[in-house]
């Protein structure tokens, strides 16, 4: 499945970015940045106008995205460690499921509105945003998974948190301590 996945998003950089995968992860990102500002400007109208529940919803989700946009973006452009890019991508996976959720939360109350004869067409067009943008970040999750090595520093990783020394030298070696601690 992997291989299949990478071959896939090889194919995709090479006909959409010249081969590029990083310029494929960014454009990527660009896209999900430009719909969480669709999906934000619609949330201030579904505030105004609907009732609370279904306002705090569209909040909850707008505050949830702008959170991972700020995140993403400050992870895609300088934290490129192995484990903020493992939390970036979780984090979009999380997000995804949740848009997949709102996608049958708005399509609930498209039904309903309709049941009682009110015009149902902004919870329609909420629900076709939240299901677009619940696959933008599902497909971004998977190219982020097959390209990580594309993003990850290679000196942060060897010299980062984890390793025998904090110093950056890469000669110095972790000696355990000796003697009997029972």
Known sequence: MVAVLSHFTTYLSQSL????????????WYSILALSLLISIMTFWTVSTRSTAESFSATWSTIIVVGLCIGGTMVMRRFHTSIAVGFFMGSVVATSQLFFLMFLVYLGYAKDR?????????????AFLS????????SFAAILGAHRSQILDKNADSTGAGSATTTGDD?????????DFA
């Open 131 to 138: 299901l677009s943008q619940c696959v933008l970040l599902g």
């Open 114 to 126: 309709s049941d009682y004869g009110y015009s149902s067409a902004s919870e329609k067009l909420s």
């Open 17 to 28: 970015c010249g081969g590029s995968s990083r310029k494929l992860i960014a454009g990527w």
């Open 171 to 179: 000669d110095a070696t972790y000696d355990p301590p000796q003697g």
